[in-house]
T-cell receptor, first 113, second 115 residues
Framework: GDSVTQMEGPVTLSEEAFLTINCTYT??????LFWYVQYPGEGLQLLLK?????DKGSNKGFEATYRKETTSFHLEKGSVQVSDSAVYFC????????????FGKGTTLSVSS | GAGVSQSPSNKVTEKGKDVELRCDPI?????LYWYRQRLGQGLEFLIY????????KSGLPSDRFSAERTGESVSTLTIQRTQQEDSAVYLC?????????????FGSGTRLTVV
């Protein structure tokens, strides 16, 4: 079945460091890919998405490119801030009736000043 | 409403009791999803509604779990004879259409603690 694999956390960085959180997926069709973020004490929020190969999703300085050849959707940010400390979830959806988002296990990011 | 609303936000219950968790989706969102998030774990899919019907109940962990949705709006997740392993945050999400193309809007969750 479909699945999402994220790098294990926690990831600990200093402010202004470069961030990469790896995400790879297994899917039978052509899924849409998502990154969700969960800030401490808050619900999950959609961070960015890409719906087809080679699309780049971006938001709040974060980017991820849908790579079909490597089945990956790695999240990157050039300069992290303390306020980026959160749990990040990679997810996919097959975009057909009767399917639900499949999430990775989440990666905790902690940024210190 | 403006967002997905879940109630209660916190629930402590004794082992063996039944609990009901409520979700109010965004008005007009036809699809509604329930997930469970155990401490330090990812999101575990429980059930999906399209309108008032549930095409996919595959994630419900046991027959103690059930869910319904009425009027293409409110949904309730019921856990009977709660066990300590049911302790988790239960998340509800809604979306405009089927599948994930539009992304989901999540509620803040109900934190259930079974003692």
């Amino acid at each position: 079945g479909d699945s999402v694999t994220q790098m294990e956390g926690p990831v600990t960085l200093s402010e202004e460091a470069f961030l990469t959180i790896n995400c790879t997926y297994t899917a039978t069709g052509y899924p849409s890919l998502f990154w969700y973020v969960q800030y401490p004490g808050e619900g999950l929020q959609l961070l960015l998405k890409a719906t087809k190969a080679d699309d780049k999703g971006s938001n709040k300085g974060f980017e991820a490119t849908y790579r079909k050849e490597t089945t990956s959707f790695h999240l990157e940010k050039g300069s992290v801030q303390v306020s980026d400390s959160a749990v990040y979830f990679c997810a996919l959806s097959e975009d057909r009736a009767g399917t639900a988002l499949i999430f990775g296990k989440g990666t905790t990011l902690s940024v210190s000043s | 409403g403006a967002g997905v609303s879940q109630s209660p936000s916190n629930k402590v219950t004794e082992k063996g009791k039944d609990v009901e968790l409520r979700c109010d989706p965004i008005s007009g969102h036809t699809a509604l999803y329930w997930y469970r998030q155990r401490l330090g774990q990812g999101l575990e899919f429980l059930i999906y509604f399209q309108g008032n019907s549930a095409p996919d109940k595959s994630g419900l962990p046991s027959d103690r779990f059930s869910a319904e949705r009425t009027g293409e709006s409110v949904s309730t997740l019921t856990i009977q004879r709660t066990q300590q392993e049911d302790s988790a945050v239960y998340l509800c999400a809604s979306s405009q259409g089927q599948g994930g193309y539009y992304g989901y809007t999540f509620g803040s969750g109900t934190r259930l603690t079974v003692v």
